[in-house]
């Protein structure tokens, strides 16, 4: 397990969901037009727009222009961070360093709390029989600069990570469900019940992982050195049930916010520890994006459509690592 992270009593998986969750928030959507265009939003809002960088703290990397021939400007391998506790105790400093709000949301101090955040346990039963960690894509249809089909997608990414994973001596289960062919809109809504369903038949399963690539300025390219590896940098990426306008939405309840930040930020921790420069910062935005399922529900991007598809699964095996990190 990361070695920074609390040795706190082993967290047991809950015992049962909050039933019919997607339902319900479906039918507040058909009663409520508010609900509509708030889903409409959320339903859009992840990988389609290119993600706002904030001046400080920027880790994207320019693609070089064809009449500048060093292609090797845009690889980084970045130091290692020293991680100061008592930095990161300062609420400023940990929102700065770590994360990127988007303006659809807001985080106050008592959620970004670094105590908080590394309490808990999250290292997972290996002995429990079944799948362990689920992995699958709301947008399975993404792509990547020189993707020919569904192999060398976003779903092929997850076939390396399943296999690196499961190297590690977890059992995974990579579901390759299509929820964005065609109306990609309310790709969300679709995968819910299908997950909500895998979750309930696969009670081993306390893990889950959505798995995409961003959408990015096509003068923009993500990508890292890491082991001597090119690779496509990754981002971890939590929805906060929350917009700025409107304050906490009842009918897009997730009762495992802290439980999913506590895991993006201990997996941003080991990966400033053991991979410096291999992730951006994690992006926090308003709305639910079906990471209510689980306590250690995770939404990873995974490069954008600038990358290739060799660096964005060279990506995985640093990811594979600190999964093992810290869930083991």
């Given at each position: ?14 015992e ?51 009449s ?76 990547y ?29 990579h ?16 995968a819910a ?26 003068n ?18 939590n ?78 095996e640093?990811?594979a690592?600190?999964f093992a990190?810290?869930?083991?």
């Amino acid at each position: 397990m990361y070695p920074a992270i609390a040795q706190n009593e082993q967290r047991l998986w809950y015992e049962s969901q909050e039933e019919n969750l997607a339902y319900y928030e479906n039918q507040a959507a058909e009663e409520n037009e508010q609900a509509k265009q708030i889903i409409a939003e959320n339903e859009k809002a992840v990988t389609e727009q290119p993600v706002q960088q904030e001046s400080q703290n920027v880790d994207e990397t320019p693609t070089q222009k064809e009449s500048k021939k060093p292609e090797k400007k845009t690889e980084t391998s970045g130091k290692k961070v020293s991680v100061n506790r008592k930095k990161l105790q300062d609420f400023d400093y940990l929102r700065q360093t770590f994360y990127q709000v988007d303006n659809t949301t807001t985080i106050g101090k008592n959620q970004l709390d670094v105590d908080k955040l590394m309490k808990p346990d999250l290292r997972i039963d290996q002995s429990v029989d079944g799948p362990q960690i689920l992995i699958y894509h709301t947008h399975s249809q993404e792509r990547y600069a020189d993707s020919k089909d569904e192999k060398t997608g976003v779903v092929g990414v997850g076939d390396y990570l399943t296999e690196l994973l499961e190297e590690e001596g977890f059992q995974v289960m990579h579901h390759k469900g299509e929820y964005d062919v065609g109306d990609r809109d309310h790709a969300y809504s679709k995968a819910a019940p299908s997950i909500q369903k895998i979750i309930n038949d696969n009670p081993s399963i306390q893990v889950v992982i959505d798995l995409h690539r961003d959408g990015v300025g096509e003068n923009t390219r993500l990508v890292t050195t890491q082991n001597g590896k090119k690779m496509a940098k990754i981002m971890f990426f939590n929805g906060l049930s929350r917009t700025t306008a409107s304050g906490d939405i009842p009918y897009l309840k997730n009762p495992y916010i802290s439980d999913n930040l506590a895991f993006s930020f201990q997996m941003q921790l080991a990966a400033a520890e053991y991979y410096p420069d291999f992730t951006r910062r994690i992006y926090l935005k308003g709305y639910r994006f079906n990471m209510h399922f689980c306590p250690k529900s995770m939404l990873v991007e995974v490069g954008a459509q600038t990358n290739t598809f060799e660096e964005a699964k060279n990506a995985m095996e640093p990811l594979a690592d600190l999964f093992a990190k810290v869930l083991k």
